[in-house]
């Protein structure tokens, strides 16, 4: 496969990701000495999973993500993975009950009463 290709279905893979995240494991809610779970900032699936008494430092993105960091095609200069953040934020702020005002159009999505 080419470059572009192979960054193209990457980043659809992560935007498929981002939009079916597995419910979340709430460490908080867990009795003691269970294993701590860990998500990925970037596309919310777990990233890590460790002991409770962990001494090494949990990872925040998942081995997808990193790839796609360690390329360098989330900084991509045609901003490739953009119009997916957007999304996420996007979706986060309507959820939490605000308006969303999209930078790059201007364009207000009113939250939902
Ligand atoms: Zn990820």
Known sequence: MLEEQ???????????????????????????????????????????????????????????CQLLKDKGWLEHPLGWLEPALYDVAKQTTLEHGYDYTDPRTGETTKAKE
């Open 6 to 64: 192979m960054r193209e279905f990457a980043l659809l893979q992560l935007k498929l990701r981002q939009e079916h995240k597995p419910e979340h494991i709430r460490n908080e809610t867990l009795h003691a000495g269970s294993l701590m779970y860990f998500y990925c900032e970037l596309c919310g699936w777990l990233s890590d999973v460790l002991p409770e008494s962990f001494l090494s430092r949990p990872r925040h993105i998942c081995s997808e």
